[in-house]
Structure formats: structure tokens, C-alpha cells
């Protein structure tokens, strides 16, 4: 059996998994599905996330190519996010998730209403 770290871009689970690790990298490729925003924006649509958190996990997702970062020369630096043509492409997998979340939670309330009764 192969170890785990060769699973990485050999096994479409592991890979899958191991870019998408971090707590919020999927809430923000949401957010920048269809837009492009600035960090204060993700920051703030956000809520509890620490801008050292958010700054490391939008250099993950621009480092395994799902974001852009655009930099533009001006004072104060502006700095947009937007998703790469590989981010693009992962808009289906969110829109799935959404769906599966969606009937998971229509599922714990069903539960949470057949203990009340």
C-alpha cells in the first residue's frame, strides 16, 4: 500500500483533500465565486477569521492555483482575489456542496424535531 504522502497527486481524495484543508478555504472560494474582492472584503464576509489565518489560506489556494491575486502599483497597495480558470472549474463541486449541505440540514432538523415530539 502507498504511503500518504505518495498519495498526493496520484490519488484524486488525498489531492482533493489535502488543497482544500484548510478550515476555510471552501467558504472562500465561495465567496469569490463571481467576484473579485479585496482581503478586508473576504475578511469581513468572513466574520471570525484572523487576518493571519486568511492570509495563509489565500496563499495556499494562490499557491495550488485556485486564486489570483492581482497587485496593483498605488498608495495605499490594492490587492484583489478573484478565482483562476482552475478555481472556475471547481464552481460544480461548490454548487454540489451547497446542494449536500443543504439536505444534511433539513436532515439535523428533522432529527432535532423528532426528538422534540
Known amino acids: 500500500m502507498a504511503k500518504v504522502q505518495d498519495l498526493y497527486g496520484v490519488c484524486p481524495y488525498f489531492t482533493s483533500q489535502k488543497i482544500l484543508s484548510g ?6 472560494l465561495h465567496h469569490l465565486d ?4 479585496r ?4 475578511e469581513k464576509r468572513l466574520g471570525k477569521i ?8 489565500l496563499r495556499a489556494l494562490e499557491e495550488n492555483n485556485l486564486i489570483n491575486r492581482k497587485v496593483y502599483n498605488q498608495v495605499p497597495p490594492k490587492v ?6 482552475l478555481g472556475i472549474l471547481f464552481k460544480p463541486v461548490l454548487a454540489s456542496l451547497a ?9 439535523l432538523n428533522k432529527e432535532k424535531s423528532n426528538q422534540n415530539s
Open 23 to 28: 478550515k476555510w478555504a471552501i467558504l472562500i
Open 50 to 57: 484572523t487576518q493571519s489565518t486568511l492570509t495563509k489560506q
Open 80 to 85: 484583489e482575489y478573484s478565482l483562476s480558470e
Open 34 to 37: 463571481g467576484e473579485t474582492l
Open 99 to 107: 446542494i449536500w449541505g443543504n439536505s444534511y440540514i433539513d436532515y
Open 39 to 42: 482581503f478586508s472584503e473576504l
